[in-house]
C-alpha cells in the first residue's frame, strides 16, 4: 500500500506543480494583456530569455550567478511596482466572486437590478444588462467600454439614457460594479424564435448560450421587462417575478421546495420555454 501511494505522488506531484505554474503565468499575462504594461512584458521576456540562452550555449557562469541572485529577484520587485494597478484589478476581481459573495451582497446586488428595470421600464429607456457569473464575458462580449463604477440605479439608468455616447450595446455587471458599457453581445444564430423578438432580446438569448450569465432586458418599445438564461428567454415578467428569479439564481440556501423558474415543468405552465415563451404585453396571448 506504501508503495502504491508513492508511486501515485511521484505521478501526480509533477502534473500540480505544471498545473500550478502553467495557471500562475496564464492568468496574469490574460489581465495585462492590452494594458500600457504589456510592452514591457515583453520586454523583459525578451531581455530574461536572451540573456538564459546565451548564458547557458556559452557556459557564462557569472551571467548565471547575477540572473540568479540579482535579476530574477529583481524582475519580481518590478512586477509588483509596474503592474500595481492591475494587480490591484485581479485581487478585486477575486474578491467578486460569488464563492467570496456573501446572501446579504447578493440581494443587494439584486435590488439594484430590480430597481434599474422599474425605473428604465416606466420611462420606457431600452436596457440590455448582464450580470456576469463564474464564466467571465470579457471574451464572450466585442468592444465595449471599460467603466469600473458603482452598479447603482442612477448610474445605469445614466448609462442607457438616450443619445448618451454609450447607451448603445450592452452592460456587464461584475459583482457590484459596472465593468463595461456599450458592448455588443453576440446574436443568437435561432430560427425558431419569433420575428418579433428585437435586438436586444436577440443578444441577450445569445449570450445566455455562450455563457452561464443571466441578462437582464427592458423593451424600449413597451417598457416591458425580460431575462434570459442557458438559452432561454422569459418575456414580460413582473418585478417579484424577476427578484424572484435572481434570487434563486445568485443566493445560495433558497428554501426548500423552490425550482428555478425557468425550470418549472408543470402542466399549463408558460415559464419554461423552447423555443422561448411569448407573453405579456409584447406578445399576443395563445
Known amino acids: 500500500m506504501t508503495n502504491f501511494l508513492d508511486q501515485v505522488q511521484t505521478i501526480a506531484r509533477p502534473a500540480v506543480e505544471i498545473l500550478i505554474i502553467a495557471v500562475g503565468i496564464y492568468y496574469p499575462l490574460k489581465y495585462v494583456r492590452g494594458t500600457r504594461g504589456w510592452p514591457i512584458v515583453l520586454g523583459f521576456l525578451a531581455l530574461l530569455v536572451a540573456l538564459t540562452v546565451t548564458a547557458w550555449l556559452l557556459d557564462l557562469k557569472v551571467i548565471v550567478w547575477v540572473l540568479e541572485r540579482l535579476l530574477y529577484p529583481g524582475i519580481a520587485l518590478a512586477v509588483l511596482v509596474i503592474f500595481q494597478p492591475e494587480l490591484r484589478r485581479i485581487l478585486a476581481e477575486l474578491g467578486n466572486l460569488p464563492l467570496f459573495n456573501t446572501a446579504h451582497e447578493e440581494r443587494e446586488n439584486i435590488e439594484v437590478m430590480v430597481k434599474t428595470a422599474e425605473r428604465l421600464g416606466e420611462m420606457r429607456i431600452g436596457a440590455l444588462v448582464a450580470l456576469e457569473r463564474s464564466i467571465l464575458l470579457d471574451e464572450a462580449v466585442e468592444s ?139 406578445a399576443p396571448k395563445p
Open 144 to 282: 465595449g467600454v471599460r467603466v469600473d463604477c458603482e452598479a447603482t440605479p442612477e448610474m445605469l439608468e445614466t448609462v442607457f439614457f438616450p443619445n448618451n455616447a454609450i447607451h448603445d450595446g450592452g452592460v456587464v455587471i461584475r459583482g457590484d460594479r459596472i465593468a463595461k458599457a456599450a458592448c455588443i453581445f453576440p446574436m443568437t444564430q435561432r430560427q425558431d424564435l419569433s420575428k418579433s423578438l428585437g435586438t436586444r432580446h436577440r443578444a441577450a438569448i445569445g449570450l445566455s448560450e455562450e455563457t452561464d450569465a443571466v441578462v437582464v432586458v427592458v423593451s424600449e418599445e413597451t417598457g416591458a421587462v425580460s431575462y434570459a438564461y442557458k438559452g432561454n428567454l422569459v418575456r414580460g415578467v413582473s418585478l417579484e417575478e424577476l427578484r424572484s428569479f435572481l434570487t434563486s439564481i445568485f443566493v445560495p440556501n433558497r428554501k426548500p421546495g423552490t425550482v428555478l423558474p425557468w425550470a418549472r415543468i408543470k402542466s399549463g405552465d408558460r415559464t419554461r420555454m423552447d423555443p422561448p415563451v411569448e407573453r405579456g404585453p409584447e
